[in-house]
């Protein structure tokens, strides 16, 4: 897989395997011990996460999802993985969009009444001018996050590799 071309802030992948749900779910409880200092591994029924140790945890470090299904069709386990963001990084970029959306939302208003009404409306343009501007700096902060956790994810990847086999 590779991560550098992909555009997407947060990515996704399939991958099928034939090794039964039960063997991975315990190779996985194995590994959360060997790997311990280096790498969490939290296990649900169906649901694995992979996080970076806290010892080489940077704000940047991704976090790996992998959900487990089983395909109908054949006895193969689809694994679908998601890295991400911690999620308390990416719950603090989804407040500061929302509140520059807001923020954009209610100078549009702002200005459409003055611009209604006659008055002047250059100060409620200027304002929503810069959250686009606010708006794209946050995009190019995340990818610049995203690039600069490509290493740990890569680490991320070849544990899930570990665990798959």
């Not at 969009?97 to 250059?122: E, K, R």
């Not at 304002?127 to 946050?138: E, H, K, P, Q, Y």
């Amino acid at each position: 897989m590779n991560l550098e071309k992909q555009i997407p802030l947060r990515l996704r992948f399939e991958i099928e395997t034939l090794k039964p749900k039960q063997a991975i779910l315990e190779n996985a409880q194995q590994l959360k011990e060997e790997l311990k200092p280096d790498y969490q591994i939290t296990v649900s029924t169906e649901h694995i996460w992979l996080y970076v140790g806290a010892k080489n945890k940077k704000y940047y470090s991704p976090h790996l999802h992998l959900e487990l299904e089983e395909m109908e069709s054949s006895n193969a386990i689809k694994v679908k993985g998601l890295f991400g963001p911690d999620p308390v990084l990416w719950s603090f970029f989804m407040f500061l969009h929302f509140g520059i959306a807001l923020v954009f939302i209610v100078s549009a208003v702002i200005g459409y009444s003055n611009w209604s009404l006659g008055t002047s409306f250059t100060f409620p343009l200027w304002i929503m001018g810069c959250m686009v501007v606010f708006w794209f700096t946050l995009y190019f902060i995340a990818r610049n996050n995203r690039k600069k956790g490509i290493p740990q994810a890569l680490e991320l990847e070849k544990v899930m590799e570990q665990m798959l086999r």
